[in-house]
């Protein structure tokens, strides 16, 4: 049957749906876009719809609707900042008005109640300003769960085969959303058995076609999961991962985190006690049974998913946050059918929670916490102060999209290390990954721009600072250089023309000793690339270590560097960290590039001499120590 809305409701409901528009809408180009944006609108301009469904399967094990969809969108409206945002938008808004179509079967009476928390949440207005996959996923988990409702209400071929329809185009822009699939299937079965009923024909058929395209996407990238490097590993603690799930449902990207833990406790509690009211006010049906068991066992399995794969992102969850705010919304209109002190109570609560989510959307505004990284300022500045004779290395390379999509010059002034658009830990940066790429990239030039963001991840050690600091003036970035929200930018200028390194580790002359306790570190040699002369101030030296498989050392190794004459008397000592940036808090399997520059004596004469390697801990020194001849000449 249908309901004809009063006017006054529907100029509400008109007047809700222009809100969500308008919060969503607005500024949205104010921040640039961030790489996962970057790399989504670079990866939809450059390949055709058959190689994206090729290339998103290899490279993130993902389906690729949202970029097919993107793709068609810029073809129409461009692709500026606003333009691939807007799409994300639309979406965001037709959550709203699909949470305010749920709640009014649910209740068999159409309330605002939930479209309201929907257009306020800064979960959701976040997403929908983001030229990401999220907005559209979780619009069509919601409409995919309305369409099931539709279905529990009134077993019709068409309200299944639209549930079947919308729960594989989910899955077709975000994998998670097969879990959404699977829940409403165990909902819909499950509420079937309890009414002593076998599942509908209809049902049946619509469950099976939807189950067969799931498998078959899943029997298709099964094969790419071996080579598919993760950037993090979540903890395998499921307890934190759900107070993180529950959290994310008001908390974008999970900030602060000081507050993730008590909100995730809160959003847990409020949530169950909104769905048992769902199930206990008067007249309750099966569809509001299935919203509030969808609403409730949705984040239990992308935080149980999350927990079983290792990896996991405070974007995931905003997947279901549609759902669970239909619930809640729901359950709070609901409650008119309680007590009156229910009711009044649910009222405050409604309030309140709006009042919240417009504040947390007006922080996204104007706290620092919730800014982008500033690409668009970073690239403006490098390109205003670049001088002929400099590249710009970025690093980690994977963020090389966010760059190029507002660079303006040339396609080879700048190099990406390593050159691959997916954070993936496989490629964590060494000397020999490193070298080459950088001969090639500075040859002959006079300096370099370093871009960096996530380096901790792909750089742990610091290679490709060390590189540009051991030829750079006063061993250090020049200090005008700004900063860019989240990303770091140094600026180097040679001593003189780039001098490019071995491009494989040097033969060492240094001997190795093994005369102090054994901690997992070993020695690939000492070298001393060029003669240190008298004046000069300094002298290079160059070591390689290795680590043993799982035996992380501490991160505060060290080594002490022991200059003797040729009586064995000792003429200077430099402690410096093992590596650049020190050793890594994660286990480091690679080699090591240490590069000491050692402040040597004014009054320093010229002659054979002796460096002595020390490498210690807190604890005390430990092996191998290495011994290297040195020379320092006149000029």
Not at 168 to 183: K, N, R, S
Not at 232 to 256: C, G, I, K
Request: aromatic share 10%; with cysteine; net charge positive.
């Amino acid at each position: 049957m249908r309901v004809h809305l009063p006017l006054r409701r529907r100029t509400w409901a008109v007047g809700v749906l222009l809100v969500a528009w308008a919060i969503r809408a607005f500024d949205l180009a104010g921040q640039s876009l961030w790489y996962d944006e970057a790399f989504t609108v670079l990866f939809a301009q450059r390949h055709d719809v058959l190689t994206l469904f090729v290339r998103e399967a290899q490279l993130n094990l993902n389906t690729p609707l949202h970029y097919v969809a993107l793709k068609g969108w810029m073809v129409g409206l461009g692709e500026s900042e606003f333009a691939v945002r807007s799409m994300s938008v639309f979406c965001g808004v037709a959550s709203v008005a699909l949470a305010y179509r749920l709640s009014a079967v649910a209740l068999s009476r159409p309330s605002l109640s939930a479209a309201v928390l929907l257009a306020l949440s800064p979960v959701g207005v976040l997403a929908a300003q983001e030229a990401r996959m999220y907005a559209m996923a979780g619009c069509l988990c919601l409409g995919a769960t309305l369409a099931l409702s539709l279905a529990l209400r009134d077993d019709r071929w068409a309200y299944w085969l639209a549930w079947g329809m919308l729960g594989v185009l989910a899955f077709a822009t975000h994998v998670l959303c097969a879990l959404i699939v699977g829940v409403h299937i165990l909902v819909s079965v499950t509420l079937r058995l309890s009414q002593r009923r076998l599942p509908s024909r209809p049902q049946l058929l619509a469950i099976t076609g939807a189950g067969l395209v799931i498998l078959s996407w899943t029997a298709f990238i099964w094969p790419n999961r071996a080579g598919y490097g993760v950037s993090y590993a979540a903890s395998a603690d499921w307890p934190m991962l759900m107070v993180q799930t529950a959290a994310a449902q008001v908390l974008p990207r999970l900030l602060p985190a000081e507050w993730v833990a008590p909100a995730g406790i809160a959003v847990t509690i409020a949530l169950a006690l909104s769905c048992l009211a769902l199930v206990r006010m008067r007249g309750c049906t099966p569809v509001a049974q299935a919203l509030a068991a969808t609403a409730l066992v949705a984040p239990v399995a992308v935080a149980t998913f999350c927990t079983l794969s290792g990896k996991f992102s405070p974007r995931y969850p905003t997947i279901v946050t549609p759902i669970v705010l239909a619930a809640v919304g729901a359950a709070i209109a609901g409650a008119s059918s309680l007590r009156p002190a229910a009711w009044m109570l649910a009222r405050a609560g409604v309030a309140a929670l709006a009042v919240s989510f417009a504040a947390g959307s007006l922080a996204l505004r104007v706290s620092p916490l919730y800014a982008n990284e500033d690409f668009r300022g970073a690239v403006a500045h490098i390109g205003a102060h670049l001088r002929p004779d400099e590249r710009v290395v970025l690093v980690s390379g994977h963020f090389a999209p966010a760059f190029e999509y507002y660079w303006r010059g040339a396609t080879d002034a700048w190099v990406a290390l390593p050159p691959d658009p997916v954070l993936n830990v496989h490629n964590t940066l060494t000397y020999t990954s490193v070298v080459p790429a950088t001969n090639a990239a500075l040859a002959n030039l006079g300096g370099a721009w370093l871009l960096l963001w996530q380096d901790d991840v792909i750089d742990p050690t610091g290679v490709v600072p060390a590189l540009l600091r051991r030829q750079s003036q006063a061993f250090a970035p020049r200090p005008d250089t700004p900063q860019f929200a989240g990303l770091r930018l140094e600026h180097y200028r040679f001593f003189r023309p780039y001098r490019p390194l071995p491009a494989q580790i040097p033969a060492s002359e240094a001997a190795i000793e093994h005369n102090r306790p054994e901690v997992g570190l070993s020695s690939l040699g000492c070298v001393q690339p060029q003669p240190a002369y008298v004046g000069d101030g300094y002298m290079e030296v160059q070591c390689f270590w290795q680590t043993r498989p799982f035996v992380p050392l501490s991160v505060y190794t060290k080594v002490s560097l022991r200059l003797t004459d040729a009586q064995g008397a000792q003429v200077l000592q430099s402690d410096q960290p093992i590596a650049f940036k020190g050793f890594p808090y994660t286990p480091f399997e690679k080699p090591i590039w240490g590069v000491y520059l050692i402040p040597l004596p004014p009054d320093l004469s010229a002659g054979a001499y002796g460096l002595r390697v020390i490498p210690y801990t807190e604890t005390g020194e430990i092996s191998p120590q290495v011994s290297l001849p040195i020379r320092v000449l006149t000029r």
